[in-house]
């Protein structure tokens, strides 16, 4: 069992500077998800971690020994690809067997763990099988047999589930969050996948072009996300985001029309006025009588989905101003409502934000000032 440490660790291809410096410390029997748009460097870091990419800087430690210099073979981890990567002229026991062959171990040893890593993963009927006589997510089990015979320090996966149809990718997901409870296995794992990343995560990255954005646990990313990049890319339907402006005197949160919001219950030290990005999202509006409200939806679209509603609509202010938003579909806001409301275009819906869940950015820098 072993941590992995990442410390400011930095890539570059040439003149093009992918990792600008990125440090995660993953704890030992921690599965932390490292999440994030396509070319982010999410494949990159974990194959500088697995040792299939140079590190340009920083330095790389798998079980408290920097690994920087160590030739894959000798990390002591196993990674499990997209592709699963599968010897296709070997059955589905020699797959699992040959990185043990290999190590040297006796022929006892690798049955004995091979029919072990089966049996976990159901495997036993197909060992003799060949790879494409099995379905999509029989060799994603394979693959990962193949890691877990080998009983390394830690486990890398880089998008193990992108190959497989929706239903499958959710079961296989529960299987390898239970596998890896069940093993206490220390993983990083790779996906560009939001609801991927949120369930199976005990901590997330979220990375954004070469920069770890947020490192926390998967709800607090969600409550109090570190950027307005953050806050847009976890949560669906993502995040409303309207301009606003903090008053001079740090605490007054008011609209770009000049309608006040709300008010921070204490100024933010070394803010006054200033451009900020206010953020909230759609499942945090709800309807209230009109003296509560801090905000009116005209509503434009809806969408029964039966367990809610999602209704979206021109965003007023309380002085029946149109607030430019940017929403998911686009200037508008989008209200996830509880149930099934019986609302019809032209609609105009008191709402208010849920304590807490008013997000406030600074605009400039995009990071997070307070959540009111
Ligand atoms: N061998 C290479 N030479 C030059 N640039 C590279 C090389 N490999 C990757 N890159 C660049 O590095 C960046 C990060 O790539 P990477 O494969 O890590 O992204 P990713 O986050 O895994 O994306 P995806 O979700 O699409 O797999 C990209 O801009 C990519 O073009
Ligand atoms: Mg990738």
Redesign the pocket.
Known sequence: MAGIGIRDVVKR??D?K?IHGVSIDVADGELIVIV??????????LRMVAGLEDITGGEVSIDGRVVNRLEPKDRNIAMVFQNYALYPHMSVYDNMAYGLKIAGLSKEAIRARVDKAATMLQLQPYLDRKPRQLSGGQRQRVAMGRCIVREPAAFLF??PLSNLDAKLRVQMRLEIRQLQRSLGTTSLY?T?DQVEAMTLADRLVV?NA?VAEQIDTPMNVYLHPATTFVAGFIGSPAMNFMPGRLGADGRAVTLDTGAPLRALPEPIAGHGEKAVTIGVRPEHLTLVGSEAAELTLRVGVVETLGADTLVHGALLDKGQAVVPVAGEGGEVLAARLPGNVAVREGDTLPLRVVEGALHVFDRETGRRLADV
């Open positions: 291809y040439g093009t992918v994030g748009p396509s070319g982010c460097g999410k494949s990159t870091l880089d998008e790779v560009h990375m070469g």
